[in-house]
C-alpha cells in the first residue's frame, strides 16, 4: 500500500517514529493533488508552499525533542465553509469569491494547535445547500469510484480528495446528511458528532440549529483521533456543549458486549436499491457474528422526515444568508451600471406617477441588494432562500414553519423511544449509490430524497456514523450508517471499528 493509501493513524505513528517526515508526507499527497485533482476537482484552494514551510517546522521541532500536538505533521483538507485567517473561504458562492476571514474558525484554531498541516480548501456545494457538489458557482467535483458520477455532497470534496488519495483526513460540515452521504458515496468513513459536541465558531451559517462539524477518514480510528482533536467546549459558541472529551482513540479497541443493534422498519421501504439493501443486512449479519442483538423497531415519524427538513432547513437559511446585501462584504454588483440601468428605465416611463412610484419601490440601495443577491447566489440558493422566507412570511409561518418544528419533536421522540430498546440504529446512509453527474439537478425533489435516511438525525441533533460495507456490481461503494444516543460518539466509534477490524471494504481504495 502506498503512502497515500494508509490510514492517517498509522502515518502518525510512523512519523512519530520518525519513519517518514511531515516533508515527505505533504509532498506525496500534492503530487498526488498534482496528478489527480485535473479530473477530481476536489480542492478549491491550495498552498503548498505554506505546507511545507509548516511542514519542516513540525519536523525540526520532532528532531529537536519537543513536543508534539495530536496530529504531529499530518495534512488536513478544510471544506471551504470554515473560516480560514489570511486564507479565502467562499462556501463555494460567488458572493464570498474574494472574501479573506481576519480570523480562524475554534476547529481550524484547534488543527493548528494539534500540528496539523493545512494542505488545502476543499469544494462543495454552494453555502452547504446540495447533495451532490454540482451548486459550486466554480466547478463539480467528480467521484474517483467513477468520474461520471456525483461525490455526494455538500461535503463532496472533503470526500473526493481523501478517496483519491490526496489527504490522509478532512473536515466536513452535515447540516442534513452532508458528511455521511458523501462518505457513503465515495467509500470513506464519516462522522456526524452529536449537535453541540464540536464548535460552530466561524463556520459559515447555512441552517444554525442543524449545521455540525465532523471529520472524515479512511477508518473509525482516523474519525477519533480527528474528532479528539476538534471536540470540546467552546465560550464563543452558545450551544456549545460543556461536557468533557472522551479520550476516543484510546478506548476504541474495548469490545463492546452485549450490543443490541435495532433496523428501523420504515428505511427498508420502497426507493432502497436492491443492492444496497443486501449489502446492508449483510453487515448487519456480520454484527451479529461478533455477538451483536438485532431488533426491529419502528420510527413513525421518518417519513415526514424530508418535509421537515425543507421547511426548517431553508427557513433558518432565509435569516442567515439575508447578511449577504453587497453593502457589509462579499460580491456587490457593478453600481454605475445599475443606476445607468435605473435612470434608463424611469425615462421609458410614460407618467411621472409611474416614475414616483418607481422611485419609492426600486430606490438605488434596493436594487443594490436585489442585483448583488441575484447576481451572486446560484440556483439552489435562491430556491431554498425562496422557499425559507415563503414558510417564514405571515399566513404561513403556523401552518408551516411552526408545524414542522412540532413535527421534529416527534421525531426525537422516536429516536428517544429506539435508544430505549437498543444501543444503536443501523442502516442504509443512502437509498442509492452515487448518481451520475446531471442526472438530477432538473429534479430537485429526487436529489433531497438522497437524504432519506439521514436529514432526520440531524433533526434531532444526534449523532452518526458511515463507514463503507460493500460494492455494487458496478463498483461503487455502499455505505452502513450507524446512529447513537446524544454525545454517545465513543461508543458509536467503539461500535464502528468493531465492524472494521472484521470486514476489509475500508481498505479499497479505486483506480485512477
Not at 456525483?150 to 488519495?165: D, E, F, N, Q, R
Not at 476516543?248 to 443493534?261: D, I, R
Not at 451479529?288 to 433558518?316: C, D, F, N, R, W
Request: neutral net charge; contains cysteine.
Amino acid at each position: 500500500m502506498s503512502l497515500t493509501d494508509r490510514p492517517a493513524t498509522d502515518l502518525l505513528r510512523d512519523l512519530s517514529a520518525r519513519k517518514i517526515s511531515s516533508v515527505e508526507l505533504v509532498k506525496a499527497y500534492a503530487e498526488r493533488i498534482r496528478r489527480f485533482d485535473g479530473q477530481i476537482k476536489a480542492f478549491l484552494h491550495l498552498d503548498i508552499d505554506a505546507a511545507l514551510a509548516k511542514a519542516r517546522e513540525i519536523d525540526a521541532r520532532r528532531a529537536a525533542g519537543q513536543p508534539m500536538g495530536k496530529l504531529g505533521g499530518l495534512p488536513v483538507a478544510i471544506k471551504d465553509v470554515l473560516c480560514t485567517q489570511g486564507i479565502r473561504t467562499t462556501c463555494a458562492s460567488k458572493i464570498l469569491e474574494n472574501f479573506v476571514p481576519p480570523y480562524d474558525a475554534t476547529v481550524v484554531r484547534k488543527l493548528k494547535e494539534a500540528d496539523a498541516v493545512i494542505i488545502g480548501k476543499t469544494n462543495m456545494d454552494e453555502f452547504a445547500m446540495g447533495g451532490s457538489t454540482e451548486n459550486s458557482a466554480y466547478f463539480k467535483t467528480t467521484n474517483p469510484w467513477d468520474t461520471s458520477r456525483v461525490p455526494g455532497g455538500s461535503s463532496g470534496g472533503a470526500a473526493a480528495c481523501l478517496a483519491a488519495g490526496m489527504a490522509p483526513l478532512s473536515i466536513g460540515t452535515d447540516t442534513g446528511g452532508s458528511i455521511r452521504q458523501p462518505a457513503a458515496f465515495c467509500g470513506v468513513t464519516g462522522l456526524k458528532p452529536t449537535y453541540g459536541r464540536v464548535s460552530r465558531y466561524g463556520l459559515v451559517a447555512f441552517a444554525s440549529s442543524l449545521d455540525q462539524i465532523g471529520p472524515l477518514g479512511h477508518t473509525a480510528e482516523d474519525c477519533a483521533l480527528l474528532l479528539e482533536t476538534i471536540a470540546g467546549h467552546d465560550p464563543r459558541d452558545s450551544t456549545s456543549a460543556d461536557l468533557p472529551v472522551p479520550q476516543y482513540t484510546a478506548s476504541l479497541s474495548q469490545p463492546l458486549q452485549g450490543l443490541k443493534l435495532g433496523l428501523v422498519r420504515e428505511h427498508f421501504g420502497p426507493g432502497l436499491d436492491s443492492e444496497i439493501e443486501a449489502a446492508v443486512r449483510e453487515a448487519v449479519k456480520d454484527y451479529q457474528s461478533l455477538g451483536a442483538t438485532v431488533k426491529e423497531l419502528s420510527m413513525p415519524h421518518s417519513k415526514y422526515g424530508i418535509a421537515t427538513y425543507y421547511i426548517i432547513a431553508p427557513s433558518e437559511a432565509s435569516s442567515n444568508l439575508a447578511r449577504y446585501d453587497g453593502v457589509h462584504y462579499g460580491y456587490r454588483t457593478d453600481e454605475k451600471a445599475m443606476l445607468d440601468e435605473l435612470a434608463a428605465k424611469q425615462k421609458q416611463l410614460e407618467s411621472a406617477q409611474d416614475a414616483k412610484k418607481l422611485a419609492q419601490l426600486d430606490t438605488p440601495l434596493i436594487r443594490l441588494y436585489r442585483k448583488t443577491r441575484a447576481e451572486g447566489f446560484g440556483p439552489e440558493v435562491k430556491r431554498r432562500i425562496m422557499l425559507g422566507t415563503y414558510t417564514l412570511s405571515a399566513g404561513y409561518y403556523d401552518a408551516y414553519y411552526l408545524k414542522a418544528l412540532k413535527v421534529r419533536r416527534l421525531i426525537r421522540q422516536d429516536y428517544d423511544k429506539a435508544f430505549e430498546e437498543v444501543d444503536f440504529v443501523v442502516g442504509p446512509t443512502t437509498p442509492s449509490p452515487a448518481f451520475k453527474l446531471g442526472e438530477k439537478t432538473d429534479d430537485p425533489l429526487a436529489m433531497y430524497l438522497e437524504d432519506l435516511y439521514t436529514v432526520t438525525l440531524n433533526l434531532a441533533g444526534l449523532g452518526g456514523i458511515s463507514v463503507p460495507c460493500g460494492f455494487t456490481k458496478s463498483g461503487l461503494p455502499i455505505g452502513l450508517q450507524l446512529q447513537c444516543r446524544p454525545f454517545d460518539e465513543e461508543r458509536l466509534l467503539q461500535a464502528a471499528a468493531m465492524y472494521q477490524r472484521a470486514t476489509d471494504w475500508h481498505t479499497k481504495r479505486p483506480s485512477l
